[in-house]
């Protein structure tokens, strides 16, 4: 029944003779024959997110007569069951959105911990840290805030909720073709799916995958009617949450009925800054993202990086330099604003950004406290997007499972995967997360407390009107990963395609090494080996999506060349 997966090189068309239009008005969303646009540019409006029917259905919604919140809703909603890897239900994240009317909005739908959480759960008898606790199964799942965060969204949406969902529920109920990548990740994921879940799940109906198959989430589907017809309490009461208090109780999960019903999205009131004469907003804590944005920024604004030389040795090392200070603050200043004091204020002035560069030597590597950390991974995941309607109002989501596929905990009978979010809390001092982060008190585990997150979607406005929305996945990569697609953009003058394109390099205080991309010029490399650098090559950093508006009004946008990401626009 399945016809063909063509790879172009920056182009896939997966095509068949089933064929149904699962929006109604304006383009058609296919499940069953799609392409992936890497980048295009719109006169109107623009989705940009990690799959192809995703940005579709953002963009038909828009199409609809929505606005670009109402596309975020949906997109959200459809990444949640054609991306299970990170799209989800059962996680977390933040939205920042930029209305046309210059209105800052900031939603906080971060995972918090359950209420039965302590401190030292994660630690073995002898007081070991056990980051598999933390990392897979019942135990790592922190309770869900997307769907709170999807209706505190729908204050600033003009279609009913019904209208955003529906097309995420036709998704899951029918099915839609699945890549090769799609394939092979359910097939490597297989194992732990039947490991850390205690119930058949529509990721183990088959015994292998393969290209051009139809996912059906059959259960999904009912979950996500349970939430069209009955709101929020479609999830965190009634059928839903037995469901998964159910699944808790088979294993060591924690997460309560109260927990659940106990959940709430927050505002948070938007960090503003300028760069060079531009306004940037990130995201404030619990997310470290807007924090080390505005940091690095700071730090970096009173040299001509642009003189410097796109990835030139001397701009390297100060952007490394500026990070390295930077992800040095989060670890010990960083944690959940309700449960710890973030001296925001101080880490953002300008006498104490210039005081922290104050030791920088040129053409010397700093050296980072010598504490062991852990290895970064390579294959977990989040993900982004970004949206620009024809009004104008920007939003830009980042959400996540945390790891792939989260726990790897399908809530039986409800169909969706769990998050591992509990590992983003520092589960004991010094020891390193999953992406080799450290932390402290700050960022330590307590009852109702949300984790810290690297999440940053980020807005930028130029003479103050909208320029660029951008974010990513990539763990503690992401603020490095937006940087420098800001950088790129206005220190290096690229075109947004090539801003996010081009290789990434990352350091993080801790471990003290440079991670870089294979691609990275070699001859800048030595340079900074020479001057006391470490290097270390990783796969792929980050999947950023990014729209920026050009001076004619234009919606010039690029999916990230890392994955099957994709544009979409009118
Ligand atoms: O909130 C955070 O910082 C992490 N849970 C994000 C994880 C992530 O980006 C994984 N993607 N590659």
Redesign the pocket.
Known sequence: MYKKVLLFFCYLIISTSVSAQIVGAGRAVDPYEYQVLKTQTFERAAVASAHALASEVGTAIMKQGGNAFDAAIATQLALAVVYPIAGNIGGGGFLLGCKADGELIGIDFRETAPAAASRDMYLDKEGKAQTDWSQNGHLAAGVPGTVAGLFATMPYAKLPFKSLIQPAIDLAEKGFLISANEAQSLNWTMGNFNKYSTRPSAFTSRKEWKAGDTLIQIELAQTLKRIRDKGERGFYAGKTAKLLVAEMKRRNGLISRKDLKAYRAKNRKPLEFTYRGHQIIGFPPPSSGGIILAQTLKMLEPYPLGQYGFQSPEAVQLIVEAERRAYADRATHLGDPDFWEVPQEQLLSDAYLKNRMADFEAGKASISKNIQAGEIRES???THLSIVDAEGNMVAVTT?L?GAYGSKTVVGGAGFLLNN?MD?FSIKPGVANMYGAVGGEANAIAPNKRML???CPALVLKEGKPFIVVGT???TT?PTSVLQAILNIIDFNMNPADAINSPKFHHQWLPDLVDIEKDFPQETRKKLEAMGYTFRLRDGIGRTEIIMIGADGKRLSAADKRGEDSVAGF
């Open positions: 977990d995941q989040t996540t945390n979010e983003d997150s690297s999440m996945p990539g763990g992401i």
